[in-house]
Every structure is written in C-alpha cells, then in structure tokens.
C-alpha cells in the first residue's frame, strides 16, 4: 500500500511472525484482533466455515472500535482497519495454519481430547521452533502438549474475555515447557500491549484459583443467612470492587462459575473451604443462570437490574459490611499464600494478576500488607473460625507471618 497516512500502515518489521489462530469463537477473534491490531498477519482455522465469516465481521468491528479510540484523524479509521484486516486469512484445514504459523494459539471449546488430537496434527506439520500455546482456562497445559513430540514449545496463553480489553495473560509453564518459550510467548503478548505473568501448570492457573472465595465465601455467607445478597455485594463495592459476588456470578453465568468452581475443586482434591454451593446447583436446575435468563441471584428485565434478589427467604442475620468483607477477602489472601507456598506464582505476579485479571482494586499480597502482614490476617482468620471451621488459616499463611 502507498500513500496511506502514517499510522495507517501496520509496523512493517519483516521479523513479525505470522500468528495462527484455531478456533474462531469468542476468545480466538478476540486474540486474533490484537494480533492483527500489532500488525501480524493472522491465519485463522475453524471446522465451521460461517464461523470463520462471523469472526471476521467481529475483528473488523472490534478495529475500527479500537481505531475510533487511538486516532484522532476520523478519515484514518477506514484506511487503518483496512491495513489490518487484509491481513487475516482464513482456513478450514488446519495443517495449512500449522505450515505457515510461526507462532499459533488455539482457542477451541474447553475439551481434552479434542485440544491433544489438535496439537497432535500441529505438532506433525509445523517447523520445529513454531510455538504452540493453548488458551485453555482450566486444562492440563502438560497434558495437551504430552500429544506432541516436541512439548518443550507447548506453553499456556491464558487471556482474559473480552480479550481486547482485558490486558492480562497468565503464560502457562507445563512441566516440558522451556524457559525459552516462556520467554517468547511472554514477549509476543507484550507486544500487544498485555502483561503477561508466570503460572505454574496448576489447576486455575492463577486468577480462577485465588480468586475462587470471592464467590464460594458469599454464597457461605448466603448458606448461614448471615447477610442478605444486596448488603453482601454493597459490602464489596464498597471496598473498591465494581461487582459483588453475586452480580459477578449473574454476569459470568451461575452455572458458568459453577463448572469451573467443581473443575478446581476436583482437581484441589475436593477441600471443605472451596467447595461449591447447593444455592448455585438449585438456581441452575431452575434455569436462574444470571444476566443471560433475566434472572440469578438478581432479577433483570431488558438486560438492566430491577427490584430486591429472587426469593430473599427469612430476614438474613444483618452482618456488618466489614465482618462480611473479611470472609470473603481474607480468605483470598489465604488462598495467594497457599499457591505462593505450591510454587504457582510469584508474589508480584499474583498481585498483578488478581487486579488485572479480576479487578481487585489491591492484590492480595499488598492486602495482607496493608492489614499488618500475615500474622495479622491468620490471626483474625483464627477468630473467624470459630464460626466455620473452613476459615481456620493456612500452614502457608502461618508459616509466612
Ligand atoms: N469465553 C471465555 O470467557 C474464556 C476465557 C478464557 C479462556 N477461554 C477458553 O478459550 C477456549 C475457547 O473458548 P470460547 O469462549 O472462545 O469458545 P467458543 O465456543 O466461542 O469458540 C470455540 C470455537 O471452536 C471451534 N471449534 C470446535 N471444534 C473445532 C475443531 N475441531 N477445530 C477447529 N475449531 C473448532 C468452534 O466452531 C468455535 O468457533 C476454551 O478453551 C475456553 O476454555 C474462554
């Protein structure tokens, strides 16, 4: 292209690899436009032809979006999206991806099987140093990249959804991955304006796995009738969160948040402080799912929020909105120490992950610091637990104070 305006021209380092992308559903459109957006050429692969025109529509809508926001020249906006979208492809057989791809991501549905059979095929086609992330939310990196003969370039690109407005990427580090994956998937998504922090290949990686009392200790509290749903998600806004537990849990989907609450359960080995409700399993089997049925634990009509919660039983107990903030947030420090102590993170890296990735207005670490240091959270952990048991401290948390 000549004679375009400046920034309507994608960066044109020769050196950029050319990103492949499998699975052409929400997550994958999503990755695909930042990749396109930092000026790569983008492959994408779906076994589903029109899903492959409808991820097309949403990049384009997505850039010009973006476009809107960064340039200030309104007659830029055509031509910048033009630049970007020209240079996605799309394919329905994926060893074609596998043979052009420098680097592919694969954002199918949420399955073992299906994700091994992929690698497998990527695996057999692809040049040697082309790297193979997965953008699995609670599968075995390893196991994925146990299909492969070469599982020392399998590594975990965990984005957020929507993926380009969520700026943070767990990279995922299965037990064959080499540093020097690592270290290039982190690079390539810092060029596309992500953070990107280390997990361990451990169940939730990060966020889904720390950030699991937000939601298991609200519905604990609802269980006891300590606290009605209104003053419970009051008292969360009001120390800095955009949603409470229970709006959260009704934007996500209940039976959404269910699911992966069981996936990390299970695979922790099923402990009494994690375990997920029977008040999320009964709105469920009434078909009370959040946001997306009109009704959760909040009721909606046209998508916006109206009257008091479903079914508020008999008069809840009236907790204090800071007695309610401690056991639901302290138990989320506990939680940081735990997967501190297993190896999962770094302390910085867990404190960056909980902001960006679920919006805490401070990380659980900075958290602890702020109320003393750790011997002063176990402490009132102790206390809480003379009520419920479940909240009794960590060794982790202990250990560190
Ligand atoms: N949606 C989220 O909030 C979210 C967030 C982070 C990670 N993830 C993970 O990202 C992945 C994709 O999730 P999604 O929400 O984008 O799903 P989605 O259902 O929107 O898209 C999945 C796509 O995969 C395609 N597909 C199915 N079988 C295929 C095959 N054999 N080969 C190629 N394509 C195939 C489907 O046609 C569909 O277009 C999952 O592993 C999910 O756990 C999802």
Same mark, same amino acid.
């Given at each position: ?6 920034? #309507?021209?994608?960066? =044109? ?13 929400? &997550? ?20 589903? %032809? ?26 830029? +906006? ?14 329905? +057989? ?45 599968? $075995? ?6 299909? *492969? ?16 407005? &969520? ?10 991955? $080499?540093?020097?994956?690592? &270290?290039? !998937? /982190? ?12 997990? !361990? ?26 606290? /009605? ?10 120390? %800095? ?18 699911? !992966?609450? *069981?996936?990390?359960?299970? /695979? ?7 375990? =997920? /409700? ?7 089997? #009434? ?6 049925? %009109? ?54 890296? +867990? ?16 958290? !602890? ?24 401290? $960590?060794?982790?948390?202990? #250990?560190?104070?």
């Amino acid at each position: 292209m000549t004679d375009q305006p400046a920034d #309507a021209t994608p960066d =044109p380092r020769l050196d950029l690899p050319i990103v492949g992308i499998v699975g052409a559903g929400i &997550m994958g459109s999503g990755i695909a436009q930042l990749a396109l957006e930092a000026g790569h050429e983008v492959v994408m692969h779906d076994v589903d %032809g029109p899903a492959l025109g409808r991820a097309r529509d949403r990049i384009a809508d997505g850039l010009t979006r973006r476009a809107t926001k960064v340039l200030d020249d309104p007659a830029g +906006i055509d031509p910048w999206v033009a630049a970007r979208i020209e240079r996605l492809r799309s394919t329905e +057989i994926l060893e074609q991806l596998g043979d052009e791809a420098d680097a592919v991501i694969e954002a199918v549905l949420e399955s073992l099987e299906l994700k091994r059979t992929i690698f497998r095929t990527l695996d057999s086609v692809a040049d040697p140093d082309t790297i193979l992330a997965t953008n699995t939310s609670a599968l $075995s990196v390893g196991a994925i990249a146990d299909a *492969t003969s070469h599982p020392d370039r399998v590594v975990g690109l965990h984005f957020f959804n929507p993926a380009p407005v &969520m700026t943070l990427v767990e990279v995922v580090a299965g037990r064959r991955t $080499s540093e020097a994956v690592v &270290m290039r !998937a /982190s690079e390539l998504v810092r060029n596309w304006g992500r953070t990107p922090v280390h997990s !361990a290949d451990a169940p939730g990686f990060i966020v889904n796995r720390i950030n699991r009392p937000f939601t298991i200790r609200a519905l604990r509290l609802l269980e006891a009738n300590a606290a /009605s749903i209104e003053a419970i998600d009051a008292a969360i806004r009001d120390a %800095g969160f955009l949603l409470g537990p229970f709006e959260l849990m009704d934007l996500t989907g209940i039976d959404v948040t269910f699911a !992966a609450s *069981t996936g990390i359960w299970d /695979s922790l080995r099923r402990p009494d402080r994690l375990r =997920p /409700s029977a008040l999320q399993q009964a709105r469920i089997e #009434a078909g009370d799912l959040g946001r997306k049925t %009109g009704a959760g634990f909040h009721r909606y009509e046209a998508g916006r929020r109206v009257e008091q919660p479903v079914d508020a039983a008999e008069e809840p107990r009236g907790l204090a909105a800071d007695a309610i903030r401690d056991r639901i947030l302290l138990p989320i420090v506990d939680e940081a120490y735990r997967a501190l102590a297993e190896g999962v993170a770094a302390e910085a890296d +867990i404190d960056v992950a909980l902001r960006l990735g679920a919006a805490h207005p401070i990380g659980p670490f900075e958290r !602890a610091r702020e109320l003393g240091g750790a011997s002063a959270v176990a402490a009132r952990l102790r206390e809480l637990a003379a009520d419920d048991p479940s909240l009794f401290p $960590s060794d982790a948390l202990v #250990a560190a104070g």
